[in-house]
């Protein structure tokens, strides 16, 4: 069915209508099949359940089966027959569609992000399927099913080369990118970080959190339990009786709760460590002049590229256990055209560095940002007023709560301590508030236990919010949020001039320099 | 409409946010939606006899006991809402200035929000029934920044409002973008 020279010449055919690779139709069966699973996946239980019905009538349900499988492949040879694209030097057209037909014309500068996917099974030929990402919507979307490797590459260079040449008259300090003398053999990539599987099994443990939380406390869940226990008995409660109903000795049945407890959460940290693993295996970070790429992926294996144009916000997480261990996650987030399609879709459109050290952070900071100072600005902390408004807000809710449970001392006692608890909680939360702003760039800081720092360009800045309550106003105070294509940051409690200065400083830099944000 | 030259002065004499002028929305906006959230209150008043006096079903025993605590509870509720919100009506504005568009709203929550004309995306106006007859309309803002960044300015005179779309549209930051 394919062109035989298809598969031997690394570039291209321009300007000729071609097919794709007959491995498409694999791809295509895959993508049909799951969707039918994920369409009648409610319905597997009632399969199971009818289960003996179904080995009763064998003969029918194979029928069935491959009536099914028949279908889905003959849908999609005719996908795979309808489909054809054709490129010519700067804009790539894709034909396809069975009974309503789609003609889609796709000019490269529109393209904003190439991404190569790789699934298992087209590992053995090679085969990489091409995403061509563009700002408007998924409907804009473009995908080429299926391309031998090195073709994909070379289409992938092109359409990289095409894209950087206005930002190279721009004045930006790539000149390679505007020399024409390299448009199909590849420039060379600089490797900027690389994943072994001891990080990523950091990543995995790191990235589990609230079950670490309970790991730490595991020791002492004995001691917990039976304070709480004593401290229910003598509110009224025998904890010890509710719990044991069969006679059972507390000890054994708090070791039975804890070998669970524990069982479980070495389950979910495996199947965290398995998940790092999956996604990030084989992790290389590295730039093609102003473009950061990142390949990873043990079965199907991602690539995920972006101008550093394209980039809106740097995110320098850290947990409290990846504090303890010294180690950093380093987001890269770009426009965010599939917000409303959930968490998968934003997985694959930022760039994670995960658990990395200090230093490789710094390093790749400077790389991206020369002149960002994530690292070493001083920030100003917010106001205290942030403190006491949260705190005033607890100890209303918990003055309640203690109202309603007013004769009990005990109940009483609780709601104190828990007031106190949430209280340091808050505490420590405003000590991590932070923020600064230099000539380039906003920063701000924020966390809990753990501490983020989050920095943008004032150019990436869409629109501005000043706010400010009735009982912010006697002390001078307001909450400015800045939104960026990625979404909004806040920084709340500080000077009304700070904001406005934030603020009109952002304004006049967009509306001044007329900086592109993407 | 506007120069061509941008007026790009030293860092220490920024436009300042606070020395914007906001044009209120006018009376009629606010006179509307008065009437609309009072006719609201008054429907559910309405409601409350009409469910009274009914014969075809049984109220459960807790509504039928409460029905004065009900009505004294809407009662309240149709003087506090509807003139909490005829108040903050009256604080809302917006003021257009050479390069950004700002929208005041909020009566006890205080916000301004300012829009680079530079930045955004597409403008709509938008009108339902009740501004279509009474000649008003709401001109929302769309940016990059996704839909839950959307503002819009309610109640603006249809003039008015094809005035500000037109300045946008028109505006050369935007032009040079399409």
């Given amino acids: 069915m394919t062109e035989p020279h298809d598969e031997q010449q690394l570039t291209i055919q321009q300007n000729q209508w071609q097919k794709l690779p007959l491995i498409a139709i694999v791809y295509f069966s895959f993508n049909l099949l799951r969707q039918i699973v994920g369409q009648f996946i409610y319905l597997i239980p009632a399969l199971l359940i009818g289960y003996s019905t179904i080995i009763e009538s064998l003969p029918e349900a194979i029928a069935g089966a491959l009536i099914l499988l028949g279908v889905v492949l003959g849908s999609s040879w005719l996908k795979f027959h309808f489909y054809r694209f054709r490129l010519s030097h700067d804009h790539i057209q894709i034909r396809s569609g069975v009974l309503s037909k789609k003609h889609l014309d796709l000019p490269f500068h529109r393209i904003h992000n190439v991404k190569l996917e790789q699934p298992l099974f087209y590992r053995p030929g090679n085969h990489t399927c091409v995403v061509l990402d563009t700002a408007g919507s998924s409907k804009d979307e473009a995908k080429i099913f299926a391309l031998p490797m090195q073709q994909a590459l070379s289409l992938k260079s092109a359409i990289v080369h095409f894209a950087s040449q206005p930002a190279a008259s721009n004045g930006a300090p790539e000149n390679e990118a505007a020399d024409p003398s390299v448009p199909v053999t590849e420039p060379q990539e600089v490797e900027l970080n690389r994943r072994s599987l001891s990080d990523l099994v950091i990543h995995g443990v790191t990235s589990n959190r609230i079950w670490i939380f309970l790991g730490g406390l595991a020791p002492f869940f004995d001691n917990i339990f039976e304070w709480l226990s004593e401290l229910l008995l003598s509110s009224g409660m025998d904890l010890k009786a509710l719990l044991d109903p069969s006679q059972q000795s507390l000890w054994q049945y708090s070791m039975t709760l804890l070998t669970l407890v524990f069982m479980a959460m070495l389950l979910l940290t495996i199947f965290s460590v398995l998940g790092a693993i999956i996604n990030f295996y084989g992790y290389r970070l590295s730039r093609l002049n102003d473009r950061y790429i990142r390949r990873s992926g043990l079965f199907t294996r991602h690539e995920v590229s972006m101008r550093r144009s394209r980039l809106q916000m740097l995110v320098r997480r850290q947990d409290w256990l990846d504090r303890l261990i010294g180690r950093i996650n380093l987001k890269l987030e770009q426009f965010n055209a599939n917000i409303e399609h959930g968490q998968m879709m934003m997985l694959n459109n930022k760039i994670i560095v995960p658990s990395i050290k200090a230093d490789e952070c710094d390093a790749l900071l400077q790389d991206i940002y020369p002149e960002n100072r994530l690292s070493e600005i001083d920030y100003q902390p917010v106001d205290r007023r942030f403190l006491w408004r949260h705190c005033l807000f607890a100890l209303l809710l918990h003055a309640g709560i203690a109202l309603l449970l007013a004769p009990e001392a005990m109940a009483t006692l609780i709601t104190g301590l828990s007031l106190l608890l949430v209280s340091t909680l808050i505490y420590l939360r405003w000590k991590r508030w932070g923020f600064a702003i230099d000539n380039n760039f906003i920063y701000i800081r924020k966390g809990l236990f753990g501490v983020d720092y989050y920095s943008f360009a004032l150019s990436k800045i869409q629109q501005t919010r000043f706010a400010q309550s009735i009982w912010m106003k006697p002390y001078n105070l307001c909450s400015v949020t800045l939104i960026l294509a990625c979404g909004g940051q806040s920084i709340p409690f500080i000077r009304c001039q700070q904001g406005r200065q934030i603020i009109n400083i952002g304004l006049f830099e967009v509306e001044a320099h007329k900086a592109s944000w993407m | ?178």
């Fill in chain 2, 1 to 178: 409409m506007h120069t061509e030259e941008f007026v790009n002065s030293p860092i220490n004499e920024l436009p300042d946010i606070e020395t914007l002028e906001f044009t209120p929305l006018p009376p009629l906006y606010r006179k509307l939606n008065l009437l609309t959230n009072l006719c609201l209150f008054l429907f559910l008043l309405l409601a409350t006899v009409a469910l009274q006096w009914q014969s075809w079903m049984t109220l459960p025993l807790v509504i039928s006991v409460n029905m004065d605590t009900i009505r004294f509870g809407l009662s309240l509720a149709a003087v506090v809402i509807p003139g909490y919100l005829y108040l903050a009506d009256k604080r809302k504005g917006y003021a257009l200035r050479q390069h950004d568009l700002s929208y005041r709203s909020g009566l006890i929550f205080i916000s301004v929000t300012t829009q680079p004309v530079l930045r955004i995306q597409h403008v709509e106006l938008k009108r339902g029934p009740i501004e279509r007859k009474a000649g008003l309309a709401s001109l929302q803002v769309f940016s990059a920044g996704g839909a839950m960044h959307t503002f819009a300015i309610p109640g603006l005179p249809l003039a008015k409002a094809k005035q500000i779309r037109r300045f946008i549209l028109e505006h050369k930051d935007i032009a040079q973008h399409d």
